[in-house]
């Protein structure tokens, strides 16, 4: 992987870290198309259950896209489609990533920062993080794809305000409108996404892939099937199952294989 985009595992936890600190994690093209790859390896690991995305040099997540590129990358309708179906794809392999996946949101969080984190399932900010989508002033539009993720998570109130208006606001708006789940000390948001997901990581990893596949089919319109639903019963089929209801009646703490 490129250094922009770095990857590192710790036990059953990995790490991808945006590493582009003199432009406050800004994402050019290059790095939207490392991250998705890899995301889309991280998922492909068994020996993972929980990934981490974060900045470096806790002043930011991410402060956007990186404008200085944009003569280059998107100054044309067909540069803005190759660029933007780059985006979808990074964001889709954040979204689809079979292991639960924690943002932990250290200072600025916008633009595609903003899109980043609202393909993870959780989000965990700082006291003084800032959010917003200030495009308004760029006089480009967020593409379906990425304001797709936006609104799921949000809404199209939330979301229209979010990009109509353009303004930055603060940590305890994000939670107020439900974008981020806790807000900590700015000191303590490292300690508490990695908390988080060491809490995660101790479940059973298949039961947790499965939760997290079945809440995101019921955001989509179509009706559960009847193989859908019987999907739902396989857990009880898997070893975790067993040694879930062994540790329950013996008053101890499940050691999960993930099979």
Same mark, same amino acid.
Request: net charge negative; proline share 3%.
């Given at each position: 992987? %490129?250094?922009?985009?770095?990857?590192?595992?710790?036990?059953?936890?990995?790490?991808?870290?945006?590493?582009?600190?003199?432009?406050?994690?800004?994402?050019?093209? /290059?790095?939207?198309?490392?991250?998705?790859? +890899?995301?889309?390896?991280?998922?492909?690991?068994?020996?993972?259950?929980?990934?981490?995305?974060?900045?470096?040099?806790?002043?930011?997540?991410?402060?956007?896209?990186?404008?200085?590129?944009?003569?280059?990358?998107?100054? %044309?309708?067909?540069?803005?489609?190759?660029?933007?179906?780059?985006?979808?794809? +990074?964001?889709?392999?954040?979204?689809?990533?079979?292991?639960? %996946?924690?943002?932990?949101?250290?200072?600025?969080?916008?633009?595609?920062?903003? /899109?980043?984190?609202?393909?993870?399932?959780?989000?965990?900010?700082?006291?003084?993080?800032?959010?917003?989508?200030?495009?308004?002033?760029?006089?480009?539009?967020?593409?379906?794809?990425?304001?797709?993720?936006?609104? /799921?998570?949000?809404?199209?109130?939330?979301?229209?305000?979010?990009?109509?208006?353009?303004?930055?606001?603060? +940590?305890?708006?994000? &939670?107020?409108?439900?974008?981020?789940?806790?807000?900590?000390?700015?000191?303590?948001?490292?300690?508490?996404?990695?908390?988080?997901?060491?809490?995660?990581?101790?479940? +059973?990893?298949?039961?947790?892939?499965?939760? &997290?596949?079945?809440?995101?089919?019921?955001?989509?319109?179509?009706?559960?099937?009847?193989?859908?639903?019987?999907?739902?019963?396989?857990?009880?089929?898997? /070893?975790?199952? &067993?040694?879930?209801?062994?540790?329950?009646?013996?008053? &101890?703490?499940?050691?999960?294989?993930?099979?």
């Amino acid at each position: 992987m %490129t250094d922009k985009i770095r990857i590192e595992r710790g036990g059953f936890i990995a790490t991808v870290t945006l590493n582009n600190p003199h432009k406050l994690n800004a994402l050019d093209k /290059e790095m939207w198309h490392r991250l998705g790859e +890899a995301l889309e390896l991280l998922s492909s690991d068994d020996t993972i259950r929980c990934v981490v995305l974060r900045g470096v040099g806790g002043k930011a997540f991410a402060a956007g896209a990186d404008i200085s590129r944009f003569a280059e990358e998107r100054s %044309t309708p067909e540069l803005a489609k190759e660029y933007h179906h780059t985006i979808d794809r +990074a964001m889709n392999d954040i979204y689809e990533c079979r292991h639960p %996946t924690v943002a932990l949101i250290e200072g600025v969080c916008v633009g595609g920062g903003m /899109e980043v984190a609202s393909c993870c399932d959780m989000r965990i900010c700082g006291e003084s993080s800032r959010f917003g989508v200030p495009i308004k002033w760029l006089g480009v539009t967020m593409h379906y794809g990425e304001l797709a993720r936006v609104m /799921e998570v949000v809404g199209p109130v939330i979301a229209r305000e979010i990009l109509l208006e353009g303004e930055l606001f603060g +940590a305890e708006r994000a &939670k107020e409108v439900g974008f981020v789940n806790r807000i900590v000390a700015d000191a303590d948001v490292e300690a508490e996404a990695y908390a988080t997901a060491d809490r995660i990581s101790r479940g +059973a990893p298949i039961a947790a892939q499965l939760n &997290k596949k079945f809440i995101r089919r019921l955001t989509q319109p179509e009706p559960i099937t009847q193989a859908e639903h019987d999907e739902t019963y396989i857990s009880v089929e898997t /070893e975790d199952f &067993k040694t879930g209801i062994e540790s329950f009646l013996a008053k &101890k703490r499940p050691d999960f294989k993930g099979r």
